[in-house]
């Protein structure tokens, strides 16, 4: 895909689920899982066991249907490399590092770039980024985003923290352009007793919440 394909598809779907497992064969059942309930992009951050190995799996499963897989977490230019050659369709950093962006571009592949301030947030655009995840978003608020949006109403932003199912409509009048989801979709303790269904019906209210 190019990059601005998958740039338009993040945009489109807007739910992107945060991942970090201790053990390689929950992975596809957590996937399929998200997949089937609506949420059709992962993020495999690169603190997980095995990551490069996760997300060079995943995408051979997947392959032929609209699910991306990208890696997060991505804090230098040695671990940009490796999720792009293990086939990380997107890069999403917690701040924005030199060099990553260019990196990815270069490989055809967007960065979701980590920033929180104005500034940091126009230097991240400015530097290339395609989507601006705002980090950490649970201290900041909808009221936050709204304003920072009113003079920078130009870039893209992601809130990433903090955005749950009954406040994610609050996030998208805020001017949300899609949504980072860590523990309020993909927790520990569903990934360790292996509860599916109730990971799939999370999955489903965020997807109905969002759509309704």
């Known amino acids: 895909m190019k990059r601005e394909d998958i740039v338009s598809q993040i945009l489109k779907d807007k739910l992107v689920a945060i991942v970090r497992t201790k053990h390689h064969a929950d992975m596809i059942p957590l996937a399929e899982c998200l997949y089937n309930n609506g949420v059709k992009i992962m993020e495999i951050t690169l603190n997980t066991p095995g990551v490069f190995d996760h997300i060079a799996a995943l995408i051979k499963h997947f392959e032929g249907k609209e699910m991306l897989i990208g890696a997060g977490t991505v804090i230098d230019a040695e671990g940009a490399k490796k999720a792009i050659n293990a086939g990380a369709q997107f890069l999403v950093t917690p701040a924005t590092p030199d060099g990553i962006i260019q990196l990815a571009h270069q490989n055809n592949v967007p960065v979701l770039a980590g920033a929180y301030t104005p500034l940091e947030i126009l230097n991240a655009h400015r530097s290339g980024a395609d989507i601006i995840k705002l980090f950490p978003a649970e201290h900041a608020g909808p009221a936050y985003l709204k304003a920072v949006k009113a003079p920078l109403n130009h870039i893209q932003i ?45 999955a489903l209210a965020f997807r109905q919440e969002l759509d309704n």
């Open 158 to 202: 992601m809130p990433t923290g903090g955005v749950d199912v009954h406040n994610i409509k609050d996030w998208l009048k805020a001017g949300a352009c899609a949504f980072g989801l860590g523990n309020a979709l993909v927790n520990d303790t569903d990934i360790e007793t292996k509860d599916w269904n109730k990971l799939g019906l999370k």
